[in-house]
């Protein structure tokens, strides 16, 4: 399974950007996509997540607080693509942003995979 980010960029405070990222390769099932990333000096963060329903639960998404109403996950299932649509971007957000997914390629059970970081610049 390989994970491939595009998107990334240099925008002025106030902009927007949008990342995208396709899962290729042997997947069964897709049960979570997120974006998370990590700034110079810092560790890695969880931005947003959302994870694939069941039979008996909905699709999910959670953000970190200092996105939340600024930054929205979506998926297309059927292409195995996740999306983070970012809006309002602040300086703060400057980081390279990391592709993740949890998928299963067999019934049983299920890997983490990750995606080259993409870089996102916000100048002020």
């Known amino acids: 399974v390989q994970l491939q980010a595009s998107g990334g960029g240099l925008v002025q405070a106030g902009g927007s950007l949008r990342l995208s990222c396709a899962a290729s390769?042997?997947?069964?099932?897709?049960?979570?996509m997120g974006w998370y990333r990590q700034a110079p000096g810092k560790q890695r963060e969880l931005v947003a997540l959302?994870?694939?329903?069941?039979?008996?639960?909905?699709?999910?998404?959670m953000y970190a607080d200092s996105v939340k109403g600024r930054f929205t996950i979506s998926r297309d299932n059927a292409k195995n693509m996740v999306y983070l649509q970012m809006n309002s971007l602040k300086p703060e957000d400057t980081a390279v942003y990391f592709c993740?997914?949890?998928?299963?390629?067999?019934?049983?059970?299920?890997?983490?995979?990750w995606g080259r970081g993409t870089q996102v610049t916000v100048s002020s």
């Open positions: 959302h994870t694939t329903g069941t039979m008996l639960t909905d699709d999910s998404t």
């Open positions: 390769g042997s997947i069964l099932r897709v049960n979570a």
């Open positions: 993740h997914a949890k998928i299963s390629d067999n019934p049983w059970d299920s890997d983490d995979y």
